[in-house]
């Protein structure tokens, strides 16, 4: 059956929510009865009312994982068996595809042609990933004197707390859980207070899958509870997912409390340069957009800064201006949408700021409004400026649908300008000249560089995180295990 708009109507009118914290294996209430709003940006409409966590809520649910971790329920099984319950309970999110994806647009305002082919599936393949990886790794006998055997181990840290952003709500938390419990740790999830729904659905269905009570827990609410995890002295590390200016501050709590491991995936601004012996400029624009205009720009890569060669900047902006027409704001639960809404109210007057300023300083090329406002939503269209490097949308993280475009003339300079940044998420760089692309790669400072394509490389084995202020540790790979795992010696004297 065809599913059309009718159809993510009619689902969307008759499905239940859950809006409260889930807690050692159990929906609770927040102990003082508080709630907040959760609003759908498709309409500014009311669509449950969710448990505002606080400090009770907040220590249950840290006492719940602690609990599970000392009594080694999960941390201790063979993870021959930790695999097989976390691959049960990728296996119901695939199942719960169309709910979860429901819950994720009707949340986000993310369209729905890519909750259900992008953001669940995508976490139900970390989980599996990590999953599958857990019972093939092992430790290292090292190189020691001859009355020596020396092991080096990794063993959970306990308990990982994550706090997760609203761009990709049940995505960027997998990145976090899915490594974090296959190694042993248990887990207590805070989402963002813009979009907890999934976070939360998801946490009975792992109960389902048989994740012990404790080990998995959400704590829905604005910065609050966040704040109060990375103050906690008994959660031994903090994997965060959210703004620069946050990231600095987990950072101080962590100081301020028991030092607990902190792991920061911030913001970005990333260079995308076109040079001008790009193979294929038709390919570079329509990717040039995408980078933007994907997820309504409110993505942690976001090409956000297209670097453009003067020699083909005329032909090229007229291919990027007819590639971001094709992403006109819809409603999300279309399939047909390819750009959704801005999640909330408070981003929309951010991103329409950052908008303002730039028609102060730059030349607008294409947008710079916001539409259907009819609807009660919240929606901007494709903005593109003509600007120079250190203008204010040039330099800030504006998380929408704007894109900064800025001329070069010679590689040295596309260079010094994309690396003339607080951030270093990611990078791309267009050129048929093979000695350019690997010498531009090698000096860009960033964790990902795409070569002649924007954000590919969707499966897990590529290790994502920042250089500078973008962040540190990497989510994804094997590598994402270093963040919830201690590095333990043992060495026995065998005479
Ligand atoms: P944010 O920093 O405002 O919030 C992130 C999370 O932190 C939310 O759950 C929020 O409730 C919580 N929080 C807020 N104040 C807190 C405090 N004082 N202590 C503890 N927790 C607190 O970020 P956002 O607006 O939700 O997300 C957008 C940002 O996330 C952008 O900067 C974007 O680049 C970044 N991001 C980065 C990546 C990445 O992998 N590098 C991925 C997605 C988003």
Redesign the pocket.
């Known amino acids: 059956m065809e599913k059309t708009l009718a159809y993510w109507q009619d689902k969307a009118a008759t499905l239940s929510i859950e809006g409260r914290a889930f807690i050692d294996g159990e929906y609770r209430h927040a102990a003082n009865g508080r709630t907040f709003d959760c609003l759908s940006p498709i309409d500014g409409k009311l669509l449950v009312k969710v448990a505002d966590s606080a400090a009770d809520d907040v220590n249950a649910a840290v006492a719940a994982a602690r609990g599970a971790f000392d009594s080694r329920v999960w941390s201790g099984l063979n993870p021959r068996q930790r695999k097989a319950i976390l691959l049960r309970w990728a296996g119901l999110l695939r199942e719960h595809l169309d709910e979860l994806s429901l819950l994720e647009t009707l949340d986000a305002g993310k369209p729905i042609g890519d909750t259900t082919s992008v953001d669940v599936p995508g976490a139900a393949y970390c989980v599996e990933w990590f999953a599958e990886a857990i019972d093939k790794i092992g430790g290292e006998v090292a190189p020691a004197d001859h009355h020596l055997v020396g092991l080096v181990t990794r063993e959970p840290i306990g308990v990982v707390a994550a ?6 709500p049940i995505l ?1 938390a997998s ?1 976090k859980f899915g490594p974090a419990l296959a190694a042993g740790n248990s887990v207590v999830l ?5 979009s907890p729904l999934t976070a939360i659905r998801i946490a009975q269905l792992a109960h389902e899958a048989g994740i012990p009570a404790g080990v998995f827990n959400v704590v829905p ?7 109060l ?2 103050l906690h002295p008994d959660v031994d590390c903090l994997a ?8 600095k ?2 950072m101080q ?1 962590a100081g301020q409390s028991n030092l607990k491991r902190v792991w ?5 601004k990333s260079p995308n340069i076109v040079m001008p012996d790009c193979a294929d400029l038709d390919r570079a624009a329509n990717a040039a957009a995408g980078a933007i205009f994907y997820n309504m720009g ?5 090409g956000s800064r297209l670097l453009v060669h003067r020699d083909i900047k005329d032909v090229f902006l007229d291919k990027l201006i007819a590639a971001a027409r094709s992403y006109t704001p819809g409603n999300p639960l279309d399939p047909k949408t390819s750009m959704g809404a801005i999640v909330d109210q408070v ?1 929309l007057d951010r991103v329409l700021g950052y908008i303002e300023a730039g028609r102060a300083e730059s030349k607008l090329l294409l947008g710079g409004g916001r539409v259907k406002q009819e609807s009660g939503g919240y929606y901007i269209e494709p903005t593109i400026f003509d600007t120079q490097a250190d203008a204010k949308i040039a330099r800030e ?1 504006i ?1 929408g649908p704007v894109l900064s475009v800025i001329t070069f003339d010679t590689a040295e300079e596309a260079i010094r300008i994309a690396n003339n940044s607080e951030y270093g ?1 990611a990078a791309a760089v267009w050129t048929s000249n093979l000695t350019t692309a690997h010498e531009m790669a090698r000096s860009l400072r960033a964790g990902t560089v795409w070569v002649n394509c924007y954000d590919e490389g969707g499966d897990m084995n590529f290790p ?3 250089y500078k202020q ?2 540190n540790g990497r ?1 994804k790979s094997l590598h994402a295990l270093e963040k919830y795992t201690e590095l333990k010696s043992t060495l026995v004297r065998l005479r």
């Not at 706090?163 to 990709?168: A, Q, R």
């Not at 805070?190 to 813009?194: R, Y």
């Not at 609410?221 to 704040?227: D, I, R, T």
């Open positions: 706090v997760v952003p609203w761009n990709f960027m990145w805070k989402p963002s207070e813009k609410g604005a910065g609050e509870p966040g704040k995890l990375a965060f997912t959210g703004s620069t200016n946050v990231g501050l987990i709590y920061l995936e911030l913001g970005g409110e993505m942690c890569t976001a981003q993280e998380f998420l994502f995180g920042g973008s962040g989510d």
